[in-house]
């Protein structure tokens, strides 16, 4: 069986990713093997901590998002400072007596290595040595909304959805931004305002404070209109950033209850983010603010409306 390589951190999975296991399927054919070899932390949470990106994706998110790409098999790199001090003909070598490659597919700036010392030119050289095929795919590009014309690249990724960008973020990734976490205990205040919200404890990127509309997905698959608050909550008196989840559903007009089918807190949840819908805000009163909710809960009706996904469509409320 013909085994194609990819090798790198593949955070976000972004469409240049995609491209790359796409390529190593065409070079081994339907009956062959692609492996893709992901470091899990990024290298620079050992080398330079300070500097280390901030997360697109958990591990399981990449493993599941590259093996929807096409991988057959997603392992695991720990960058090791051992790993990470190889040469770049010893890291190669080893991963060729380990898989046997028929080929290594990377894209243009693929750096490997101590010191990312070895490039694609390296490779190639390495893989006349050494018994594979290198090849390197072009980079992906994409048209954002202001039609600004940019690589897909996980840096990209990072600095729409930094900005708040969602829509073009999901350009970029071939996919809606999706943050996972787990439900913690918080204020309670959404409770007082008949506006529950599940606090999302993740560590994963947030995006640019603000409300977004989204889908919030539960641990049965279940999927629900949401509205998603990320920011300081000047209003309450501000503290550290966050993400607030309320999850819109048809309660019958009875007072606050737990969602169907996960205990109050420590469940897993999903939240598909789709449209920015206003910067986050300082109001003179309660009132005010909870006008401006409302006006924000019909944005995120309107916004979901083009978006609702086909699948358990029965199960939202928009």
């Known amino acids: 069986m013909k085994t194609a390589l990819t090798i790198g951190n593949f955070d976000g999975v972004h469409l240049g990713h995609q491209a790359l296991v796409k390529r190593a399927r065409e070079q081994v054919g339907a009956q062959g093997h692609v492996v893709a070899l992901v470091f899990d932390p990024h290298p620079m949470a050992v080398l330079r901590p300070e500097l280390e990106p901030a997360r697109l994706m958990n591990h399981a998110q990449r493993v599941a998002a590259l093996r929807e790409a096409g991988a057959d098999m997603v392992d695991r790199l720990e960058p090791t400072r051992d790993l990470l001090s190889m040469s770049p003909e010893a890291f190669i070598r080893a991963k060729v007596e380990r898989y046997h490659p028929a080929g290594i597919v990377e894209g243009d700036d693929f750096h490997f290595g101590k010191g990312r010392a070895g490039t694609v030119k390296t490779l190639r050289e390495l893989g006349t040595r050494l018994g594979f095929a290198c090849e390197v795919v072009p980079p992906v ?178």
């Open 141 to 318: 590009e994409i048209a954002l909304d202001d039609h600004q014309i940019v690589r897909a690249s996980s840096t990209m990724a990072r600095w729409l959805v930094s900005h708040g960008r969602v829509r073009d973020a999901a350009r970029v990734l071939g996919r809606p931004y999706t943050i996972e976490g787990t439900v913690v205990r918080g204020d309670r205040r959404g409770r007082e305002l008949d506006l529950p919200t599940a606090n999302l404890e993740t560590a994963q990127l947030l995006p640019a404070d603000g409300v977004y509309a989204g889908w919030a997905v539960l641990p049965d698959g279940a999927r629900f209109t949401a509205a998603v608050n990320v920011g300081t909550r000047p209003v309450f008196g501000g503290g550290a950033r966050r993400m607030e989840v309320h999850v819109m559903r048809d309660t019958g007009g009875n007072e606050w209850a737990p969602l169907p089918g996960v205990p109050e807190y420590g469940w897993p949840l999903r939240v598909e983010l789709i449209a920015w819908v206003r910067d986050d805000l300082m109001f003179d009163s309660a009132a005010t603010m909870m006008h401006q909710i409302s006006r924000d809960l019909a944005r995120c009706r309107a916004e979901l409306g083009a978006f609702e996904p086909s699948a358990a469509a029965g199960a939202c409320t928009a």
